[in-house]
């Protein structure tokens, strides 16, 4: 609803505007408004939002516009883009460092969520065929380590605790020993949170900290937190050097704006998200999800990734033009093993709940593989990539194109191979074409 009057005011622009140009200060002055109050009503924190749009902003000055779209969609599309590098590519359980055993210390402000988080991780490491021990250090609330203790025993997984007599660090290092004796894989250590940052929780923390040195020291972060993130964020950085982030509550309403400020404040990545109360409630996290969250933009994305698509036809069209006359070189190569492929596709796939585990794989090989093509065929010279034989039978050649691209020459003996396949294929198809054409019957 929010950017109604935006995709509205799109559409009439699109009609004005025709063809191309580029992202001017001036035209992008609208859309800037609108992502502003976008991250702002997302809960991003002020000064991240200002170095971020600024940031954007210079990036995005002389972009070109694709065709089809308006200044406003292309700017939009600009700053998703720069939100999901900026974010990056947190992976779940991979994630974490390693370690024999990995040790794992939590910590965060009371209520929001660390123990849950703690219990979720177990057993998010335990589905993952990893052994885990939990440690219950917060001996200021015997309620807490009570609460460890229940979700220990709800997932199965055992709970090193030693009352409240005993000194948080004291038992930290006790608990990593017992880890160490049972073999466990994993540690992960509940620490004590305060309502408000304050000097006693971070020197517990940090004694903590150098008691056991873990592989890992996560801040467990409410969503919900809202403005205040960014700072939150700084203070546990700057006391106890963390190594990512667990943001928690992303099954309520909120935006997700939090996201943006842990990464852009410590530069650490988000490493998992919360969704809910249950104990399988942790989910790995995706920047594309959540960028998409944070702008609330879905529906002006769309329009741009059609605009993209209509390209890609007329990219198709004019293959299709050289395919008739029978002309195919390595540029047609890529156009066409892109959109076999359908890699924007697949990315679309990656954003659906469910998907992701299958067309991340599908995704990532097959985007290793263009990755490995196109570079080879960027090392070709223009006589070489539009005239394939002359590659194709010139062993010293290909030796120099494998060398100048950093790629193997088996690699580039699998691409003439390729091509020649593809080759054909698309000849058979010519042929068919043209017999149509001709008005007879291909069969
Ligand atoms: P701690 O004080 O940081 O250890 O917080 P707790 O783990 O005790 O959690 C505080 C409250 O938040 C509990 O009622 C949890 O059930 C709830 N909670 C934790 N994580 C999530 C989450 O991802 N989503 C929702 N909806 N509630 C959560």
């Not at 995709?7 to 859309?31: C, D, F, V």
């Given at each position: 609803?929010?950017?109604?009057?935006?995709?509205?005011s799109?559409?009439?622009?699109?009609?004005?505007?025709?063809?191309?140009?580029?992202?001017?200060?001036?035209?992008?002055?609208?859309?800037?408004?609108?992502?502003?109050?976008?991250?702002?009503?997302?809960?991003?924190s002020?000064?991240?939002?200002?170095?971020?749009?600024?940031?954007?902003?210079?990036?995005a000055?002389?972009?070109?516009?694709?065709?089809?779209?308006?200044?406003?969609v292309?700017?939009?599309?600009?700053?998703?883009?720069?939100?999901?590098?900026?974010?990056?590519?947190?992976?779940?359980?991979?994630?974490?460092?390693?370690?024999?055993?990995?040790?794992?210390?939590?910590?965060?402000?009371?209520?929001v969520?660390?123990?849950?988080?703690?219990?979720?991780?177990?057993?998010?490491?335990k589905k993952a065929?990893?052994?885990?021990?939990?440690?219950?250090?917060?001996?200021?609330?015997?309620?807490a380590?009570?609460?460890?203790?229940?979700?220990?025993?709800?997932?199965?997984?055992?709970?090193?605790?030693?009352g409240?007599?005993?000194s948080?660090?004291?038992?930290a290092?006790?608990?990593?020993?017992?880890?160490?004796?049972?073999?466990?894989?994993a540690?992960?250590?509940?620490?004590?949170?305060?309502?408000?940052?304050?000097?006693g929780m971070?020197?517990?923390?940090?004694?903590?900290?150098s008691?056991?040195?873990?592989?890992d020291?996560?801040?467990?972060?409410d969503?919900?937190?809202?403005?205040?993130?960014?700072?939150?964020?700084?203070?546990?950085?700057e006391?106890?050097?963390?190594?990512?982030?667990i943001?928690?509550?992303?099954?309520?309403?909120?935006?997700?704006?939090?996201?943006?400020?842990?990464?852009?404040?410590?530069?650490?990545?988000?490493?998992?998200?919360?969704?809910?109360?249950?104990?399988?409630?942790?989910?790995?996290f995706?920047?594309?999800?959540m960028a998409?969250?944070?702008?609330?933009?879905g529906?002006?994305?769309?329009?741009?990734?059609?605009?993209e698509?209509?390209?890609?036809?007329?990219?198709?069209?004019?293959?299709m033009?050289?395919?008739?006359?029978?002309?195919?070189?390595?540029?047609?190569?890529?156009n066409?093993?892109?959109?076999?492929?359908?890699?924007?596709?697949?990315?679309?796939?990656?954003?659906?709940?469910?998907?992701?585990k299958?067309?991340?794989?599908?995704?990532?090989?097959?985007?290793?593989?263009?990755?490995?093509y196109?570079?080879i065929?960027?090392?070709?010279?223009?006589?070489?990539?539009?005239?394939?034989?002359?590659?194709?039978k010139?062993?010293?050649?290909?030796r120099?194109?494998?060398?100048?691209?950093?790629?193997?020459?088996?690699?580039?003996?699998?691409?003439m191979?390729?091509?020649?396949?593809?080759?054909?294929?698309v000849?058979?198809m010519?042929?068919?074409?043209?017999?149509?054409?001709a008005?007879?019957?291909?069969q």
């Amino acid at each position: 609803a929010m950017f109604d009057s935006l995709s509205r005011s799109i559409e009439k622009a699109q009609r004005l505007i025709g063809k191309s140009g580029t992202l001017t200060a001036e035209n992008m002055k609208e859309p800037l408004k609108e992502v502003r109050r976008a991250l702002l009503e997302a809960d991003v924190s002020l000064p991240v939002v200002r170095r971020f749009i600024k940031k954007v902003e210079e990036r995005a000055l002389g972009t070109k516009v694709l065709e089809g779209v308006t200044p406003d969609v292309q700017f939009i599309k600009t700053v998703s883009n720069e939100l999901i590098d900026l974010m990056g590519g947190g992976t779940g359980a991979k994630d974490l460092e390693p370690g024999f055993p990995q040790i794992i210390l939590m910590a965060g402000l009371q209520g929001v969520g660390k123990t849950t988080a703690a219990g979720k991780l177990a057993l998010y490491l335990k589905k993952a065929k990893k052994s885990c021990l939990l440690v219950a250090t917060d001996v200021y609330r015997p309620a807490a380590i009570d609460q460890l203790v229940k979700l220990g025993a709800a997932i199965d997984v055992p709970v090193f605790e030693m009352g409240t007599d005993v000194s948080p660090v004291e038992i930290a290092k006790k608990g990593v020993e017992e880890a160490r004796r049972l073999g466990v894989d994993a540690v992960i250590i509940d620490t004590a949170g305060r309502l408000q940052v304050d000097e006693g929780m971070m020197a517990e923390l940090r004694d903590v900290k150098s008691a056991v040195r873990p592989s890992d020291t996560l801040l467990v972060v409410d969503a919900m937190t809202g403005q205040e993130a960014a700072n939150l964020v700084r203070s546990f950085n700057e006391a106890v050097d963390i190594s990512g982030a667990i943001l928690t509550k992303m099954d309520g309403d909120s935006r997700g704006g939090a996201a943006l400020s842990v990464r852009e404040v410590s530069g650490k990545p988000i490493k998992f998200v919360g969704v809910g109360e249950k104990m399988e409630a942790l989910e790995p996290f995706y920047p594309e999800r959540m960028a998409s969250r944070i702008l609330g933009m879905g529906d002006v994305l769309t329009l741009y990734e059609k605009a993209e698509a209509a390209i890609k036809e007329e990219d198709a069209q004019k293959t299709m033009e050289r395919l008739m006359e029978e002309k195919f070189d390595f540029n047609d190569f890529l156009n066409q093993w892109k959109a076999m492929n359908n890699m924007g596709g697949l990315q679309m796939l990656k954003m659906m709940p469910g998907f992701n585990k299958i067309s991340e794989k599908q995704l990532y090989e097959a985007e290793k593989q263009f990755g490995v093509y196109e570079a080879i065929i960027g090392a070709m010279d223009e006589e070489e990539r539009s005239n394939p034989e002359v590659l194709i039978k010139n062993l010293a050649r290909r030796r120099r194109v494998a060398q100048d691209s950093g790629k193997s020459e088996a690699e580039v003996t699998k691409l003439m191979a390729a091509y020649t396949s593809m080759k054909a294929q698309v000849g058979g198809m010519s042929k068919l074409l043209k017999l149509q054409k001709a008005g007879a019957d291909p069969q």
